[in-house]
């Protein structure tokens, strides 16, 4: 049932798509739990996962496995891309936060997370003020979407929607060896 699922969600079935998301939800927020040790920062990866499912399968991208295992890891990659981009700024930002499990991470990786450091605040001025308003307020402040939200007098909608696109644009500007890891 679930490959016709995502034949229908691959055509853009929004129903289809909502079908295989609102069945697979769970299992995504504990393991991403699990991972960031936050659920504020769980259900966020949980609608990047979705949101990155939904435009791989738009692409006519097929998981190579089950549809659980294939959004767990587009999972991991969201929660690693998240952690990368922040690290160090959620340990001491945030009191809902324990420190990123750097044993997910193997040895270059990590230094070359801690490396991107500065490379990412460079090209975190090359936002738009919002776009940067937003992930500072986020991953540098620790503050939640809704705390955003009623700070930048904007919807929870608007500002994922500004976090989203700023994640990825910084991705763009940050150097393949950068923004891949």
């Given at each position: ?27 995504l927020e504990d393991y991403l739990v699990t991972l960031t040790g ?117 919807t929870e909608g608007a500002v994922k929607q500004l976090q989203h ?17």
């Amino acid at each position: 049932m679930s490959i016709a699922l995502l034949d229908l969600a691959g055509r853009g079935d929004h129903s289809a798509f909502g079908l295989l998301a609102r069945r697979h939800r769970g299992t995504l927020e504990d393991y991403l739990v699990t991972l960031t040790g936050s659920e504020a920062i769980s259900e966020e990866l949980v609608a990047e996962t979705f949101m990155r499912a939904w435009d791989l399968l738009t692409r006519g991208e097929r998981p190579a496995t089950g549809v659980g295992p294939w959004l767990v890891m587009i999972a991991h990659e969201a929660a690693v891309d998240l952690m990368t981009a922040s690290h160090g700024w959620h340990e001491l930002a945030s009191d809902d936060l324990r420190p990123f499990d750097q044993s997910l991470l193997g040895a270059e990786e990590t230094v070359l997370a801690t490396w991107s450091q500065d490379l990412v605040r460079d090209a975190l001025r090359l936002l738009s003020d919002v776009q940067r308003d937003v992930l500072v307020k986020r991953f540098y402040d620790g503050m939640t979407i809704s705390e955003v939200a009623r700070h930048l007098g904007r919807t929870e909608g608007a500002v994922k929607q500004l976090q989203h696109r700023g994640v990825r644009r910084l991705g763009r500007l940050l150097p393949g060896d950068v923004s891949s890891i």
